[in-house]
């Protein structure tokens, strides 16, 4: 499993923030891509900070990295950093 120095500072934030959130279908859950906005991503650090969890197996997508979910691996590496 990844290690929190495996992970930059921003995707360490992104996590985090991803997997405290309750899983639920839109739009009854924030958009991944405005929680990251809310942490003070631009939004095209937020979009390759999404890319590289992505290639990391944490997130996955359908149509935008914008509006993706954690994939379970993601929610574990989470709880592995004490972050749930």
Same mark, same amino acid.
């Given at each position: 499993?990844?290690?929190?120095?495996?992970?930059?500072?921003?995707?360490?934030?992104?996590?985090?923030?991803?997997?405290?959130?309750?899983?639920?279908?839109?739009?009854?859950?924030?958009?991944?891509?405005?929680?990251?906005?809310?942490?003070?991503?631009?939004?095209?650090?937020?979009?390759?900070?999404?890319?590289?969890?992505?290639?990391?197996?944490?997130?996955?997508?359908?149509?935008?990295?914008?509006?993706?979910?954690?994939?379970?691996? &993601?929610?574990?590496?989470?709880? &592995?950093? &004490?972050?749930?």
């Amino acid at each position: 499993m990844e290690t929190r120095v495996d992970l930059t500072e921003d995707e360490r934030l992104v996590l985090a923030a991803l997997a405290g959130q309750a899983e639920a279908a839109f739009p009854d859950r924030r958009m991944p891509g405005e929680a990251a906005v809310a942490l003070g991503l631009s939004q095209r650090r937020a979009l390759a900070v999404f890319r590289s969890l992505a290639a990391r197996g944490f997130y996955e997508y359908d149509i935008s990295l914008y509006s993706g979910r954690l994939t379970v691996r &993601g929610r574990e590496a989470a709880q &592995g950093m &004490g972050e749930t």
